[in-house]
């Protein structure tokens, strides 16, 4: 069965969508706005006393050197901030990958965000947290103690995953968006694609598993911003926006959420 969404024009995918989207014109241009959106979120929540919260992913990455980049310029003090990453690969023995992991996310952020961010500004360690897969309840405790999250970002993956929620039609729309952190393994499809996009292509050195929030602590967040600029993210793109909702397309069940956005590039939105 064919689907048309998938044959849409920019004109036809912005007409009618079941989620918010906003067409950039570059890539650069989607990564600046999302740093932008986090710097102002700080900056406002500062000024009436507020703590931030972010759920941040490792894919996409641009936007954090124009993050770091403004957060030393303007002198952004990030003590009340809290930056909750979505999701990190594991061995086979269900343990973090280490650090030094070229796909490590934690080295990433370690290297690519803290460490670019003066000493004195950088939030403390504490408030910088991954999914743990030897308690998976501490995320949504984290969550639930700093009274929910203020944006989520991420990216969406081939089989429209969100951290790494991946496709699975066993559950009903509604025991999927329940669905809390967990350990999983990552699905042959993700491992492809991230070994071409990640990893030279080494698909079988790729990690086996992963721990990843669900999407109960996604929907927990007040905003959600999604960033796509890849060429098989224009039928992503259709279809999170037109598809019917379903655990077969993971992204499809934030369709209804009150403030979800999905920016994209000029490229994704041409066929």
Same mark, same amino acid.
């Given at each position: ?5 998938? &044959? ?18 570059? /890539? *650069? ?8 959106? %986090? ?17 941040? =992913? ?20 990030? !003590? ?11 061995? /086979? @023995? ?5 650090? &030094?992991?070229?796909? &490590? ?17 950088? %939030? =403390? ?5 991954? =999914? ?9 405790? +984290? ?9 989520? #970002? ?9 951290? #790494? ?17 967990? +350990? ?6 993700? *491992? ?13 050195? %790729? ?13 927990? @967040? !007040? ?22 909702? $379903?655990? /077969? ?13 999905? $920016?994209?590039?000029? #490229?994704?939105?041409?066929?």
């Amino acid at each position: 069965m064919r689907h048309d969404y998938y &044959s849409y024009t920019k004109e036809q995918l912005l007409k009618q969508p079941k989620i918010h989207l906003l067409c950039y014109e570059t /890539d *650069q241009d989607v990564f600046r706005h999302m740093a932008q959106e %986090m710097v102002e979120a700080i900056c406002k929540n500062e000024a009436q006393g507020k703590n931030t919260v972010f759920i941040c =992913p490792v894919g996409p990455v641009g936007q954090y050197p124009y993050f770091t980049e403004e957060v030393n310029r303007r002198r952004l003090d990030l !003590k009340n901030v809290w930056f909750l990453n979505m999701d990190e690969y594991l061995t /086979d @023995a269900k343990e973090w990958i280490d650090p &030094s992991h070229p796909l &490590s996310f934690r080295g990433f952020m370690e290297r690519e965000v803290y460490n670019k961010i003066d000493k004195d500004l950088v %939030m =403390p360690k504490e408030q910088r947290i991954f =999914p743990d897969p030897h308690d998976t309840e501490h995320m949504m405790q +984290v969550i639930e103690e700093l009274g929910g999250v203020d944006i989520c #970002f991420g990216g969406i993956g081939l089989n429209g995953h969100i951290a #790494f929620n991946e496709a699975d039609t066993s559950k009903s729309p509604e025991e999927f968006r329940a669905l809390r952190t967990r +350990v999983l393994p990552v699905s042959r499809e993700t *491992q492809a694609a991230n070994a071409i996009g990640d990893f030279n292509g080494a698909l079988e050195d %790729m990690p086996n598993y992963c721990v990843s929030i669900g999407m109960a602590e996604i929907l927990k @967040a !007040k905003k959600i911003r999604l960033g796509c600029f890849r060429s098989w993210h224009r039928a992503v793109v259709r279809r999170a926006a037109y598809g019917e909702p $379903s655990g /077969d397309f993971p992204v499809t069940l934030l369709q209804e959420h009150s403030d979800i956005t999905i $920016s994209f590039t000029e #490229f994704v939105a041409q066929l």
